[in-house]
């Protein structure tokens, strides 16, 4: 924890995410808002720098007229890496002109390892990015297949790799419950990545229900998937095997060496403005949430007319519903919340609901040590029991 309250990691100054929805495949499991190829990119960004210049008329009063400075910007997607960095660095010009970007700026590109190849890695540093995010998803080959990824073992280790050498900062992405996979493949990936040179995991299960293809292989040949009880073995042989080399869990899904935590994930667990650019961005300006358009041709047709392209905006929320998403979010991290906090707000919770919670420390899912509340290592496998209480 920092002196501020903070987990490690976590600044408190606001960020600033950019969607970029084109990609050169889209993957069986994809469930983001992302288009093949690059048709309209060159209109797609200066709509985006467009966005980014009206937020500065927005910004002359209310909740926006604080958020100044960012220190950590984000390209998501889509796949970042699939195009011209150039326009991606003008982005970044935009933001700097406009809202100010801090001098040690944590600046994350989303990347697919057949992206990555020497040149494209040097273009990326070029225009100020520190931290690459890849795709691998598994180092065996024949789970990348039922995925439908571009690249092979072979090529993900390469660019892993390279990243590293280039950047130092490199985070990679894994999958469980892919079709095929088993324990000792799925640790073998991790030990791959560790030895590529990864200073950060993150680690998801595989989700089908928006994957007809995977729904179909999985009717056809169910013995290729495992079970739950399957897919909470792996997360804590995951779990286990990086403990052991000092690259602990912070957050539900993810681990890092010391000091590489992702600053603008963090923004998201807690409650920190993250303002969105981009079709279907999401943003948090300290008060209430509010998205983008999701559909491309109508987000182009917005900013080129000069209208705003948010689509969907929640009202102000309220303190009891805000501090019960704060204690949410905060028990996503291995830091948990402190226990003052975690009492005060739970005695406003019905009087059910606070039984049920206390049943959650006795059934060894919540502890509480050193001032704090955190969920237990079972805690976490069965989270949703205990964010249940909390909605």
């Not at 060159?42 to 100044?68: H, K, P, Y």
């Not at 040179?197 to 089908?208: A, D, F, K, M, P």
């Not at 929320?317 to 805000?322: I, V, Y």
């Amino acid at each position: 924890m920092t002196a501020d309250g903070l987990p490690r990691g976590a600044t408190g100054a606001p960020g600033a995410y950019v969607h970029v929805p084109f990609c050169a495949h889209r993957c069986t499991y994809c469930s983001f808002i992302a288009q093949e190829g690059k048709r309209e990119e060159g209109d797609f960004f200066e709509g985006v720098e467009r966005e980014i210049r009206a937020r500065q008329v927005e910004a002359s009063g209310g909740a926006l007229a604080a958020i100044r400075g960012f220190d950590s910007v984000y390209f998501g997607g889509g796949t970042p890496s699939y195009v011209d960095p150039l326009r991606l660095g003008r982005v970044l010009g935009t933001l700097e002109e406009v809202f100010g970007i801090s001098s040690n700026v944590e600046i994350t590109v989303e990347a697919n390892p057949d992206d990555l190849d020497v040149s494209r890695l040097l273009a990326l540093r070029g225009i100020g990015v520190n931290r690459l995010s890849i795709g691998v998803q598994s180092l065996v080959d024949a789970e990348l297949l039922p995925l439908e990824r571009r690249h092979d073992a072979a090529a993900a280790r390469r660019a892993v790799s390279e990243a590293a050498r280039v950047f130092g900062n490199v985070s990679a992405d894994l999958m469980i419950g892919i079709p095929g996979q088993t324990r000792e493949t799925l640790l073998a990936s991790v030990d791959g990545l560790l030895e590529a040179g990864v200073t950060h995991l993150s680690v998801y299960l595989l989700e089908i229900d928006k994957a007809p293809r995977l729904v179909a292989l999985k009717k056809e040949r169910p013995e290729l998937f495992p079970d739950d009880d399957e897919m909470a073995d792996r997360w804590e042989a995951v779990d286990e095997r990086l403990t052991a080399v000092d690259v602990p869990r912070y957050e539900l899904s993810n681990w890092a060496r010391p000091g590489f935590e992702s600053r603008h994930n963090l923004k998201y667990w807690t409650l920190t403005p993250v303002l969105g650019f981009g079709v279907g961005a999401h943003s948090y300006d300290g008060r209430k949430r509010y998205a983008n358009t999701g559909m491309l041709t109508e987000y182009l047709r917005r900013t080129r007319e000069g209208i705003s392209p948010v689509a969907t905006s929640e009202e102000e929320q309220e303190d009891l519903p805000r501090s019960k998403e704060g204690l949410m979010l905060g028990l996503r991290l291995s830091s948990g919340v402190p226990s003052d906090t975690f009492e005060e707000i739970s005695s406003l919770l019905p009087s059910e609901s606070i039984s049920r919670l206390e049943d959650t420390f006795v059934a060894g899912l919540l502890e509480r040590a050193d001032g704090r509340v955190r969920l237990t290592r079972r805690g976490v496998l069965l989270s949703n029991e205990v964010f249940s209480l909390l909605v």
